[in-house]
């Protein structure tokens, strides 16, 4: 189907089974008006390419037309470009690299005018199978900032992601173990192992934060730990920061491991607490292959992650009384929202009695209380 053109309109034509558009825009050189022609993707509809007609000259009516191009792959390398510019953590850089690998395979260079909602709609679909909601929820979420670049820097003045929604991701139940899956899983480590497992499970500390931990940060004599670095993101010789502001935290430590630690760095040789044989960082993906997993089968335990010991220390916690708040803190969540969150099916749970620990714990005495 075809439309015929019109000079200052333009119109519609299909050429060789693909639509194009046809319209008019200023030349910002002259000041006179010029052709401009737009070739949707190959499947689009003639609805499409009217509606995208409509939006082009809407927006040249408007005076906000954007009169430059890109192609996409190409904007999603200026985009990452800019990223490793404005200091983005190098584990984000290296994430948004893997999700942008597999957008520019779907989309090629196809221009950015020409990729609209139906066609993000479509990329996202294309990944049910084998990609986990949650993992699609991060791609969409990525799709918006990188077209939100594309509209600060005058390719697009819409994003196609705008009014899209991510998939609804079902919640995942932690794994909390018991204090006898602990001690035995203690009982079976030896080693700087067992000093790490312990630690884990008495700091509540992440994986990645245990290995990047450093002696200057263990403080011996007031019993805390500070955290300003993590492993997760070890890349070429270097820590980067911790996850969140709220992750760079000073931890109260037990006078365990106060005690454990001491002796540890009476020995050691190297600047990291949790070093590899080299006294180098320790790879997180190998303390689990060489050193964890197997551990867990010599104790004939169920699986579980050393980020369920975690989980163990902030359960503990609530389950002594203490401060929700200071949970919070030696955690390092950024807010207290998170940390209930998580742990809601965990937290104590009505006991009878109650009434009389209120009336205690008011302080008041009731039958001195005249009622009128």
């Known amino acids: ?26 030349d910002p050189l002259t000041g006179k008006t010029k052709q401009r022609w737009e070739t949707l993707r190959e499947g689009s509809s003639w609805k499409e390419a009217r509606t995208l007609r409509g939006e082009r000259l809407k927006a040249v009516d408007q005076n ?27 584990s984000s850089i290296q994430f948004y690299k893997g999700m942008g690998k597999h957008m520019k395979q779907y989309f090629g260079n196809t221009s950015v005018k020409n990729i609209g909602t139906e066609q993000v709609e479509a990329y996202l679909a294309s990944k049910i199978g084998s990609l986990s909601a949650r993992s699609r929820g991060y791609h969409l979420a990525t799709i918006k900032q990188i077209f939100e670049k594309a509209k600060a820097w005058n390719y697009v003045y819409t994003n196609p992601a705008d009014n899209l929604k991510r998939p609804k991701v079902k919640a995942k139940k932690i794994i909390v173990p018991t204090a006898e899956m602990v001690a035995t899983l203690l009982e079976y480590a030896t080693g700087q192992t067992r000093l790490l497992l312990l630690t884990a499970a008495n700091t509540g500390c992440r994986a990645g934060e245990l290995l990047a931990l450093k002696w200057r940060n263990v403080d011996l004599v007031e019993g805390t730990i500070s955290i300003d670095a993590t492993e997760g993101n070890f890349i070429q010789g270097r820590f980067t920061s911790p996850k969140t502001e709220a992750s760079v935290r000073t931890i109260d430590l037990t006078p365990s491991i ?6 540890a760095k009476d020995s050691s040789v190297s600047d990291l607490v949790f070093p590899n044989s080299t006294g180098r960082p320790q790879a997180w993906t190998n303390f689990l292959q060489r050193q964890f997993t197997p551990l867990l089968k010599k104790a004939d335990l169920p699986h579980i992650t050393p980020h369920c010991l975690r989980h163990f220390y902030a359960v503990q916690l609530f389950k002594a009384g203490l401060n929700p708040v200071y949970i919070k803190e030696q955690l390092g969540h950024s ?7 998580i ?29 009128t």
């Open 1 to 26: 189907m075809t439309e015929k053109n019109s000079k200052m309109k333009g119109g519609i034509v299909k050429r060789a089974g693909r639509y194009s558009i046809v319209y008019r825009v200023p």
């Open 64 to 90: 906000i037309y954007v009169n430059k191009d890109i192609g996409f792959s190409e904007l999603v390398d200026k985009w990452l470009a800019s990223a490793e510019q404005n200091e983005l953590k190098e």
């Open 258 to 263: 106060v005690n454990a630690l001491a002796v």
């Open 335 to 341: 807010n207290l929202t998170t940390t209930l969150d």
């Open 343 to 371: 742990y809601a099916d965990h937290l104590p749970k009505k006991v009878k009695g109650m009434g009389q620990k209120i009336e205690a714990a008011l302080e008041l005495n009731i039958s001195t209380v005249e009622i």
